[in-house]
């Protein structure tokens, strides 16, 4: 009787290749993610901007361990003499998510609906302006995630290659 954790991965090559292949594109993805909104920080240029909505939302993660929340926002902004409205809280396309309400209402603070705020604007994507001038780390889970599913397909592949 084996004392641990034991993942088999999938039962043919068919199944570890396309496991392999999530896998890639989970990292690559979240790599990729990580990287635009690095630079986005580093070439943002600062705009006044008007909260319209703040709020959070639980997010369904299929997973049992409870419920996770996003902090949700929605400003308008002007750049570049033309009207914009963006809803993103980070630079980064992978939201993260916080295990507890307040968590993810504390990542608001200092912002109230109506009033002014300094968003940030990557003058490559005007409009996907962000309020919050940092990385997350969320890119990077993508990438940890997607790293475990090339392991497993991988070693699942070679297991069922050799025989």
Do not use: C, W
């Amino acid at each position: 009787m084996g004392d641990g954790l034991t993942i088999n991965g999938p039962s043919t090559v068919a199944g570890a290749v396309v496991m392999l292949v999530i896998g890639l594109a989970a990292a690559g993805y979240g790599a990729y993610d990580y990287t635009q909104q690095s630079n986005a920080v580093e070439g943002a240029v600062e705009v006044d901007a008007t909260v319209t909505e703040l709020g959070v939302e639980p997010v369904t993660t299929g997973s049992s361990t409870g419920a996770s929340y996003r902090p949700t926002v929605r400003f308008t902004y002007e750049y570049d003499g033309r009207d914009h409205e963006s809803t993103n809280v980070f630079p980064s396309a992978i939201e993260p998510n916080y295990d507890t309400e307040s968590a993810a209402r504390a990542v608001l603070d200092g912002y109230a609906v109506d009033e002014t705020a300094t968003a940030y604007v990557d003058p490559s994507d005007p409009d996907g302006a962000f309020l919050r001038s940092q990385t997350s780390n969320a890119p990077l889970l993508a990438v940890a995630v997607g790293v475990g599913f090339v392991l497993v397909g991988g070693r699942s592949a070679v297991k069922r290659v050799r025989g």
